[in-house]
């Protein structure tokens, strides 16, 4: 029956897109960090979405479920199949056209497999934003960063994915499209649909394209490198800029040492700005469309109050490109050079702002005692309340023994988020790793709802199954 399937697949799609071939599907089957391996009936990867109806519908047909897949730099094992060896894994990477970019609407219409990078391209080549931004942009795709709701460091000034989405196309779990691809920043005819597939993690469609909005070009830029006592200070000083320069604050990245530390041992070239360690550090970012806009000195005048009033123990305001690259490689090399020091244990949470620092010595104090000699990696983009709490084990212990404390470790963050009534996914979802310990975070009503929705969608769990809550309708 399988062999059937991948034959009718292969007519579809063409005979080199359809790949069975252990060998050759293994970069499909192993998530970014190589904390998840699958295994599958086959690779699919159409050229256009009638092709992925076509393949959603065969599947559906032949009972068999399908893992929507972009760039594979997902960090909840999400698009990577189960053991099963049925599944069959829908790759949107041939699908990167830019269907129309339209300067007076300020949209850009996407295939979902166009990769991030490629779309601020050809953003800034119409002389315009697109403001999505993080570590993977170089091979994370448009239907990736839909399907997770991506956030990344551009978040606290132009939001996330659901922001900055007008429309979408999307193929349904029974091979109908629904063209919704409206450019409209208006529309009030009832539910808002699109969000439902936006976050869903390839549980609920296929999305093949999308109409994104577009944004003035940065014209001026200033960057900054702070060190700082503790995270109260990091809260401090976002006020501060907030104050000063109002929505100028395009970043605000918060780093512990722990987090740079690992970048200065592990990625080549990085060098740290100061003489001295300090226990924590904030990379700042502000921009204008302005050109010749005057942010240095408004970083100056907030860092020169920041100093006197003890929230800032040393800066370096840099100007220029590659300067500015450099200090951004002390803060997106970190997920890299953590996978240097044994298993990387992701916990992806966010908090109130203002809670941030009670929730830290807390959670730091709860995770010494439960394991003493952790190494805490916490860092992240704190201008939203979003943590990175990533755990890599005491120097010099063995993996297994440190991922044996994996469940034990993911409940003293989460217990810790649900004091201040945080969320235990600020942008990775659930995927594999979370879907089964999300039941005891969220609220059974919102759960319930959440079971329905998929059930509506897709009664038979031909999308994605086995992702996203433990007790999906799954084949
Ligand atoms: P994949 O990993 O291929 O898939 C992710 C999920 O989306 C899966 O559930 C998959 O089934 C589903 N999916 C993929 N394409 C489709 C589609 N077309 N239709 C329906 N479902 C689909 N994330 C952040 O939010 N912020 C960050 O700052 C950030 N930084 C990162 C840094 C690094 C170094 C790495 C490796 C990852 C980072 N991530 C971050 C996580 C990840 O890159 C993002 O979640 C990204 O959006 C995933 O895109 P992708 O194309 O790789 O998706
Ligand atoms: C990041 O912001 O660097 C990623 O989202 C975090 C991670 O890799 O855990
Ligand atoms: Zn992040």
Request: glycine share 12%; charged share 20%.
């Amino acid at each position: 029956m399988t062999a059937d399937l991948v034959d009718r697949l292969r007519q579809v799609v063409g005979p080199t897109a359809a790949i069975s071939d252990p060998d050759d599907m293994s970069g499909y089957l192993t998530d970014w960090r190589g904390a998840y391996r699958g295994r599958a009936a086959a690779v699919v990867r159409p050229g256009n979405t009638d092709e992925v109806a076509a393949v959603v519908a065969l599947c559906a047909e032949a009972g068999v479920g399908v893992v929507p897949q972009g760039g594979n730099t997902g960090l909840c094992g999400g698009a990577v199949p189960d053991l099963s060896g049925r599944q069959v894994v829908l790759s949107l990477t041939r699908m990167r056209r830019v269907r129309d970019l339209d300067v007076a609407n300020q949209t850009i219409t996407v295939e979902a497999g166009a990769v991030l990078r490629s779309v601020q391209e050809a953003a800034a080549a119409a002389g315009r934003l697109f403001p999505l931004s993080l570590g993977a942009e170089g091979s994370c795709t448009i239907g990736g960063n839909l399907a997770t709701n991506a956030g990344g460091t551009g978040v606290l000034r132009y939001g996330t994915m659901r922001d900055l989405t007008l429309g979408l196309e999307v193929v349904l779990p029974d091979g109908r499209i629904w063209n919704g691809l409206r450019g409209l920043r208006k529309d009030n005819t009832g539910y808002d649909l699109k969000q439902l597939f936006i976050g869903a993690e390839g549980s609920l469609g296929v999305i093949t394209a999308a109409v994104l909005k577009l944004f003035p070009a940065v014209r001026s830029r200033a960057t900054a490198w702070v060190a700082l006592p503790d995270p109260q200070a990091a809260v401090d000083l976002i006020g501060l800029l907030r104050e000063l320069a109002g929505d100028r604050l395009t970043a605000f990245e918060l780093m512990s040492r722990q987090s740079v530390a690992f970048v200065l041992r592990h990625v080549p070239g990085a060098r740290d700005p100061f003489g001295d360690p300090h226990p924590w550090y904030a990379l700042v970012e502000l921009g204008d469309a302005l050109p010749g806009a005057d942010l240095d000195g408004m970083i100056e005048s907030a860092l020169s109050e920041a100093f006197e009033r003890g929230v800032a123990r040393d800066a370096v305001v840099v100007a220029g490109s590659a300067q500015s690259a450099a200090l951004w490689t002390l803060r997106e090399g970190i997920s890299e050079a953590q996978n240097h020091e044994g298993p990387s244990l992701k916990h992806d949470v966010s908090v109130p702002i203002g809670r941030i620092p009670s929730f830290v010595e807390r959670t730091d104090r709860a995770l010494e005692d439960a394991v003493p000699g952790i190494r805490i990696v916490a860092y992240g983009h704190i201008g939203d309340g979003n943590l990175h709490y990533n755990l890599s084990k005491p120097a010099g212990s063995a993996d297994d023994e440190f991922q044996a404390h994996a469940d034990a470790l993911a409940r003293v963050i989460y217990d810790s988020v649900a004091v201040v009534d945080g969320s235990i996914s600020a942008e990775h979802g659930l995927g594999q790793s979370k879907r089964g310990i999300i039941v005891d975070y969220k609220d059974d009503h919102e759960l319930h709802l959440m079971r329905t929705v998929k059930r509506l969608f897709d009664p038979h769990g031909v999308m994605n199954p086995g992702k996203l809550l433990p007790d999906q309708p799954g084949l």
